[in-house]
Structure formats: structure tokens, C-alpha cells
């Protein structure tokens, strides 16, 4: 089946320091892999995406590599701002067949001054 | 419209009644998702519909829990005789067509049950 596993949080860093949530995934067929963040009261909404392997997906400072070798999509940034604290998913869905969009549980980052 | 529109954004309701959830994709966007998402937990998905396809219901909790979408379009959540642990926020998205595509959530609808 499909599923994804990303690393427990929380996760607290401060200002500056250096961000990597690892995401690894399973899936059978050829997935497309996203980053949904989910800042404090807010919705969700997609970060960055990719959808085939060595794609780079970026946005906001943030970046994820699809690495179809190692089945992950690692999320980095070099230097966190306190505005980056939010809950961060990883996701996954398969183009063939009539497969929902899988998540994740979360890793809540905390970015303090 | 511009975006996935859910209503209403806040229930309250009594424990036993029953309470409908109802959620606009983005049109054009054939497939439509629910999920909830309890405090401080991650999402769990409910169901999945796709086009004309049957939808995937595998998430259902329980038989109190049935969703329609109607003319492809939009669709309504419904949860009979609430219980307690129903409280959650429940999130709707929609894609383009599935598979493969992102999907754009709606701002969700905070259930509590008293």
C-alpha cells in the first residue's frame, strides 16, 4: 500500500539554526510527493511539491529533494525564521489508479528568538 | 469559486444529534477528500471521491459516518448521533483530477460535541 513516515516532532530550534524533517515513503506505482505546512490557526496549504524522481521542489527557503533510491523527500531549510513555526506534512499520492492523497502524522516545528 | 469554501466553520452541538458538514471544491476539480484532524494530531483521512468512481470509504470510523457528493459538485458530511469523540476540526480538499495532482484544502469546520 501507500503510506508515508516522517519524523516525531516536536521539533524546537532557534532562529537561523538549520531544518531537516526527514519524510520517507512507500507506494505502489509512481508517486508525486508534496510538503503541506499548516501554520497556527490556519488551514493547510502546499509548500512544495515534486513529481518525479531528482525533482527539487522549493519555496519559502525551503527545499525537498525526490529520492526514488532511498523512497524519501526530506525537507531542509538553511536558516528558520520564527514565522517558519507551524506544523509541517508530508504527503504522497499515485497517479494510477483511484488512490487518495496519503499524509503523514506531522512534525510540529517551534522556532524561538 | 476561488477556493475550497467549507460550512459552517463552527458547529456546537449536542451529543446524539445529528450534524451535516458541507464542503465547495474548487470547480472544475473532479476529485473531493474529507479528513479530520483531532487537537494536536495529525490527519486522518475519511473518504475519497473521484469523478464518477465509487467513492473510497475506507476511512469511515464507524456507521454513523456517511458523505454524498452530489452532480459532482459538492458534498455534504454527515455524522448521526454525535458522540464526544467526534470533536475534531474535519478538512475537505479538492484536486484537479486525483492521483498525482495537489490538492487545495478548505479552512475546515471545528465540530464539537457537548
Known amino acids: 500500500g501507500n503510506s508515508v513516515t516522517q519524523m516525531e516532532g516536536p521539533v524546537t530550534l532557534s532562529e537561523e539554526a538549520f531544518l531537516t524533517i526527514n519524510c520517507t515513503y512507500t507506494?505502489?506505482?509512481?508517486?508525486?510527493l508534496f510538503w503541506y505546512v499548516q501554520y497556527p490557526g490556519e488551514g493547510l496549504q502546499l509548500l512544495l511539491k515534486?513529481?518525479?524522481?531528482?525533482d527539487k521542489g522549493s519555496n519559502k527557503g525551503f527545499e525537498a529533494t525526490y529520492r526514488k533510491e532511498t523512497t524519501s523527500f526530506h525537507l531542509e531549510k538553511g536558516s528558520v525564521q520564527v514565522s517558519d513555526s507551524a506544523v509541517y506534512f508530508c504527503?504522497?499520492?499515485?497517479?494510477?489508479?483511484?488512490?487518495?492523497?496519503?499524509f503523514g502524522k506531522g512534525t510540529r516545528l517551534s522556532v524561538i528568538a | 469559486g476561488a477556493g475550497v469554501s467549507q460550512s459552517p466553520s463552527n458547529k456546537v452541538t449536542e451529543k446524539g444529534k445529528d450534524v451535516e458538514l458541507r464542503c465547495d471544491p474548487i470547480?472544475?476539480?473532479?476529485?473531493l477528500y474529507w479528513y479530520r484532524q483531532s487537537l494536536g494530531q495529525g490527519l486522518e483521512f475519511l473518504i475519497y471521491?473521484?469523478?464518477?468512481?465509487?467513492?473510497?470509504k475506507s476511512g469511515l470510523p464507524s456507521d454513523r459516518f456517511s458523505a454524498e457528493r452530489t452532480g459532482g459538485s459538492v458534498s455534504t458530511l454527515t455524522i448521526q448521533r454525535t458522540q464526544q469523540e467526534d470533536s475534531a476540526v474535519y478538512l475537505c480538499?479538492?484536486?484537479?483530477?486525483?492521483?498525482?495532482?495537489?490538492?487545495?484544502f478548505g479552512q475546515g469546520t471545528r465540530l464539537t460535541v457537548v
Open positions: 515534486a513529481t518525479k524522481a531528482d
Open positions: 507506494a505502489t506505482g509512481y508517486p508525486s
Open positions: 471521491f473521484q469523478g464518477n468512481s465509487a467513492p473510497d
Open positions: 480538499a479538492s484536486s484537479f483530477r486525483g492521483g498525482g495532482t495537489e490538492a487545495f
Open positions: 470547480s472544475g476539480h473532479t476529485a
Open positions: 504527503a504522497l499520492t499515485v497517479s494510477s489508479g483511484n488512490t487518495p492523497l496519503v
